[in-house]
Structures are given as structure tokens and as C-alpha cells.
């Protein structure tokens, strides 16, 4: 009798903590990140081509949310420059097609858009709790490009980041750009 005793004892004292850390694990998947930028269509060849994508601070692809059509169906090839820093970190080359089929969409329409990552990696595998990077890579026109870096803290408290918007060449900035207000929440 003592001993259903203590072990009942014991596993009522256990399992608040066993049952926070799971707790903690469902909360991740409750919460999720989400992109909202502003998107300026521009009528031109080469340009409107973007990548958005998520890395680990050690700068290793975790997956892709979004990618261009164009460039995704081959146009890479053709035209090289067209989102080559994502199509490098993505393996674009030797991606199959379920793969590039999962990230691929059109050009987005001018307007307000919204991506959300919910914390898996590409073969959809939770994270763990902690710091990733939201990474935007666009083509302006030709080789003239602009790109976005945001760190995010994924597990606990709700947060968001305005992030860094940079240019190829830094007079692109004052001319048209793809994307701007670029904000990211984790809620």
C-alpha cells in the first residue's frame, strides 16, 4: 500500500513540470509568424521576382515559404541572376519538383500582403524554441536588387521586428523598390 502510495505521491508532484514542458511544445505550435509587407508591381521584364524564406542564425536554409513562379519553373537558368542568392541557399538545381511545387507561387498583386511560417522546417519537423531569420531576396530590375533580414524569436512571448531593408547598390532605395513595411510578429 505505501508503495502505490508514494508512486501516486510522486507523480503528482512530477507532473505539473512533465506537463508544462508539454505544454510549452503545443504553445510553439499555436503561435506562428507572420510576414506583412507592402507589394509595388512594376511593368517590366526582369523584375517582380521574389524569395521568402527562413534560416537558422548560422545562416542554414530551414525552408521556404514563398517563391516567383518564373523563376522556380526554370528561369533561373536563363536568367541567373533571378533570385540567385534564394535559389543558392535552396538548392533550386537540384530541388524536386514536390519541392519547388510546395514553395512556388505567382507574382503577388500590388497591396498589402501576408506570409506565415508556423515553425517547421521543410520536411515538417517542429523547431525548437529560439532565434531564426526572415529573409526576403527580390529582383528590381535585372541585377539591381533589394533584400530583407529580420531576426524573430520563436517560443514564449509574443514579439515583432521592422527588420532591415538593403539594396544592391544603394541608390536603388530613393527609386522604385518591391516590397516596403515589411513587419514580423510572432504571435
Sequence with gaps: MMKKFNI???TLILSP????SIFAQDENLE???????TWSH???HGSNQLAIWIEDTLQ?????LFATRFTTNGGYV???ISLSEWAAKFDLKNATKEEVDAVTGSTPQSGKQIVKWNGKDKSGKVLPAGTYIVRMEANILDADKMFFRGEIMIGGNTQQTTGEITYSSP???SGNVLFKDVL???K
Design 17 to 20: 513540470f512533465l506537463c508544462s
Design 42 to 44: 512594376i511593368q517590366s
Design 60 to 64: 542554414n536554409h530551414i525552408c521556404t
Design 8 to 10: 501516486s505521491l510522486y
Design 31 to 37: 503561435k506562428e509568424v507572420i510576414i506583412t509587407y
Design 78 to 80: 536563363y536568367r541567373p
Design 184 to 186: 514580423v510578429e510572432y
Design 171 to 173: 541608390n536603388l532605395a
